[in-house]
């Protein structure tokens, strides 16, 4: 058995969240759940967001044909990106937004690390939908 780490070998574990007018909302549970979710699942117009500068979870906004996120929609995925980061019980949290074609994985990167380009940056306050 190889000691070497084979990526993307398992189904990654995900929360979903579904915002009104029928959004979903994917953030991974771990590093190599955040690398399958960011690098092989998203498309490349969906929205993708990160607390700034804390460990977290990657999150994705799938995006909808013929429509675009409102900005109450993108500040709630933003929401739920602070939330699954260790800035949970912060008040109001930086998060890094952008399409997830900008999000690229270097070589030989440590597993949930990326690099984005084009970002916005959205101040929110963590939180998490209720059903």
Same mark, same amino acid.
């Given at each position: 058995?190889?000691?070497?780490?084979?990526?993307?070998?398992?189904?990654?574990? =995900?929360? !979903?969240?579904? #915002?009104?007018?029928?959004?979903?909302? =994917?953030? +991974? @549970?771990?590093?190599?759940?955040?690398?399958? #979710?960011?690098?092989? #699942?998203?498309?490349?117009?969906?929205?993708?967001?990160?607390?700034?500068?804390?460990?977290?979870?990657?999150?994705? =906004?799938?995006?909808? %044909? +013929?429509? !675009?996120?409102? @900005? $109450?929609? =993108?500040?709630? *995925?933003?929401?739920? *990106?602070?939330?699954?980061?260790?800035?949970?019980?912060? +008040?109001?949290?930086?998060? *890094?937004?952008?399409?997830?074609?900008?999000?690229?994985?270097?070589? +030989? *990167?440590?597993?949930?690390?990326?690099?984005?380009?084009? !970002?916005?940056?959205?101040?929110?306050?963590? $939180?998490? %939908?209720?059903?």
């Amino acid at each position: 058995m190889s000691s070497g780490t084979r990526p993307f070998n398992h189904a990654p574990r =995900l929360h !979903e969240y579904r #915002l009104p007018d029928d959004w979903i909302v =994917l953030a +991974g @549970r771990s590093d190599a759940d955040n690398d399958i #979710l960011s690098i092989k #699942l998203a498309a490349p117009n969906d929205w993708w967001f990160h607390v700034r500068g804390t460990p977290g979870s990657h999150v994705v =906004l799938k995006a909808r %044909p +013929g429509r !675009e996120p409102d @900005r $109450g929609t =993108l500040r709630q *995925a933003a929401a739920i *990106a602070a939330y699954h980061s260790k800035a949970k019980n912060a +008040g109001v949290v930086p998060v *890094a937004c952008t399409q997830a074609r900008y999000v690229t994985k270097p070589r +030989g *990167a440590k597993p949930g690390t990326v690099q984005i380009r084009k !970002e916005t940056i959205i101040k929110v306050r963590p $939180g998490v %939908p209720h059903s």
